[in-house]
């Protein structure tokens, strides 16, 4: 069943998203559940441009003995990326930019004591692409191989976020993977074309300023 609860939840902290329960059976309609994972299956829904969700996508993920997932992955951002390099991040109600180090993020989500977030942190080629086998999210990515010119379009970054931040609509391309190692996303999507035909605008081809 598609989680009323985590659009109500989402609705609290994001004016943009209203739930009215007369909509419930149409939104049941669009749900995609998840289905165990296999490489075959990935690759065919990817091929004819359609989404899939899986609950048991192989990423690995070890834990030492008495480790909860989530103080697992703190220790593997701690150890797997370069703590000093600075990044910009969004934090408070009004979202507003901030440049901070990787290191300060980390601990501004092991803290839990403010609302921030961050959605490009680049890790490819970091000691924390190798601890969590990224490799398994990009088996059908050909960009990464090509010469530079070509494989700087290509992305491979981490969502880190507080309960109460969400990302302006924009547009991704079409052949993107995504992988929740902890806690909970809700994910929105729609075509653009036919998004924008009803009204929703994206910051990523309209010009929107608030």
Not at 65 to 94: C, Q, W, Y
Not at 156 to 182: A, E, M, P, Q, R
Request: proline share 3%; aromatic share 10%.
């Amino acid at each position: 069943m598609i989680p009323i609860d985590a659009i109500e939840s989402a609705s609290d902290f994001d004016s943009t998203i209203k739930f009215e329960p007369i909509f419930k059976s149409e939104l049941e309609k669009k749900y995609i559940p998840p289905v165990r994972y296999s490489r075959k299956r990935l690759f065919s829904q990817m091929y004819e441009g359609k989404t899939i969700l899986f609950s048991d996508y192989p990423m690995k993920f070890k834990r030492r003995f008495g480790e909860n997932s989530r103080d697992a992955l703190v220790r593997m951002l701690n150890s797997g990326l370069p703590k000093k390099e600075k990044i910009h991040i969004r934090t408070g109600p009004s979202r507003s930019l901030r440049r901070v180090t990787i290191q300060e993020t980390i601990d501004k989500w092991k803290n839990e004591r403010s609302i921030f977030g961050v959605t490009d942190l680049h890790f490819r080629g970091t000691k924390f692409f190798d601890l969590v086998d990224a490799g398994s999210i990009s088996y059908f990515n050909l960009l990464s191989e090509c010469s530079e010119d070509v494989s700087v379009l290509e992305m491979l970054t981490l969502v880190i976020s507080s309960k109460g931040i969400f990302s302006d609509s924009h547009t991704d391309d079409g052949d993107g993977s995504n992988h929740c190692f902890v806690g909970k996303k809700l994910w929105l999507a729609w075509d653009r074309c036919e998004g924008r035909a009803h009204g929703l605008e994206d910051c990523t081809v309209d010009a929107v300023y608030d």
